[in-house]
Every structure is written in structure tokens, then in C-alpha cells.
Nanobody
Framework: QVQLVESGGGLVQPGGSLRLSCTPS????????MAWYRQAPGKQRELVAT???????NYADSVKGRFTISRDNARNTVYLQMNSLKPEDTAIYYC?????????WGKGTLVTVSS
């Protein structure tokens, strides 16, 4: 059974930082492309960042220069370092694994950016 568990969300002031983590189980992590998505209240889920098995990354324009996605294959973990956070970054953040033609999702972690 495949499970993805996100952690690291919380309340942070504008300009602050958070690091999200996602650790999948039930898959061979090193051959999974990984991604972070987010869904703000009343909005559709949107792609935030992706990282391939080789470590190539891609970002939404809204987070370029502020967010960094990375992976540690030894720890079976993908990270999302979020800096210079803005109120508009408030959302539930979801981790996704693309593994053997199937997408698997975590349940999400809430990030709230507010003073």
C-alpha cells in the first residue's frame, strides 16, 4: 500500500520560512518523479514545483526564486523549502509521487501565512 505523509506546515508571518517534507512508503522512491501542489481556499489545486528522478526541477512562476524543491533518496524524502512567504501562499500543500504510471497523493499539510 502506497502512502505519502507530509509534514512541516504551520502558521508563519509574512517574510518567514517553512520547510515541508514528504516521505512516501510502498514505492521505490528513487524512481519516482515527485511534485508539490497547493490548494488555496476557494481555488483549484495548482502545481508548485516538480523534481525528476535525476534531480531536474521546475517551478510555478509565482514561487520562482522563493521556493526550492529537493530530494534525498537515502531518506526517501522530498522537501519544499519556502522562503519570503506571502499571505497568498496560504494553502494546503500536497505531495505527489508519479510512480510506474500511477499518481499517488498525500493528504496535505496546511500552511498559513499571516501576521
Amino acid at each position: 500500500q502506497v502512502q505519502l505523509v507530509e509534514s512541516g506546515g504551520g502558521l508563519v508571518q509574512p517574510g518567514g520560512s517553512l520547510r515541508l517534507s514528504c516521505t512516501p512508503s510502498g514505492i521505490t522512491f528513487s524512481i519516482a518523479h515527485m511534485a508539490w501542489y497547493r490548494q488555496a481556499p476557494g481555488k483549484q489545486r495548482e502545481l508548485v514545483a516538480t523534481i525528476t528522478t535525476r534531480g531536474s526541477t521546475n517551478y510555478a512562476d509565482s514561487v520562482k526564486g522563493r521556493f526550492t524543491i529537493s530530494r534525498d533518496n537515502a531518506r526517501n524524502t522530498v522537501y519544499l523549502q519556502m522562503n519570503s512567504l506571502k499571505p497568498e501562499d496560504t494553502a494546503i500543500y500536497y505531495c505527489k509521487a508519479e510512480y510506474l504510471t500511477t499518481d499517488y497523493w498525500g493528504k496535505g499539510t496546511l500552511v498559513t501565512v499571516s501576521s
